[in-house]
């Protein structure tokens, strides 16, 4: 089953694609079937430059279960980054 589900959101980065680092912009989020993953359905994230085209993008494909543990580590590294500063002032 096909379930449509795309998030999308401006964001200010850097990604390294087939031509080297560049700006990117924007990140479309979806769960659904995968291009090239073996899983059933998994989060695709595909990391763009809206104006350089379709070959400014860094796409990754997630099983469900690896998709959970990366949102665990970002969001543990962000609360110790953040720990980190307040404790250097």
Do not use: Y
């Not at 959101?9 to 291009?35: Q, Y």
């Not at 430059?49 to 665990?72: F, I």
């Amino acid at each position: 089953v096909c379930t449509m589900i795309v998030e999308k959101s401006e964001i200010s980065g850097m990604g390294k694609g087939a031509a080297g680092w560049f700006n990117v912009n924007a990140v479309n989020v979806s769960f659904d079937h995968p291009l090239h993953s073996p899983e059933d359905h998994a989060l695709n994230i595909d990391f763009v430059n809206k104006e350089m085209g379709p070959g400014a993008r860094v796409a990754v494909e997630l099983s469900p279960d690896s998709a959970e543990g990366l949102v665990r580590a970002i969001t543990q590294a962000m609360a110790r980054g953040e720990q980190s500063l307040h404790s250097a002032d």
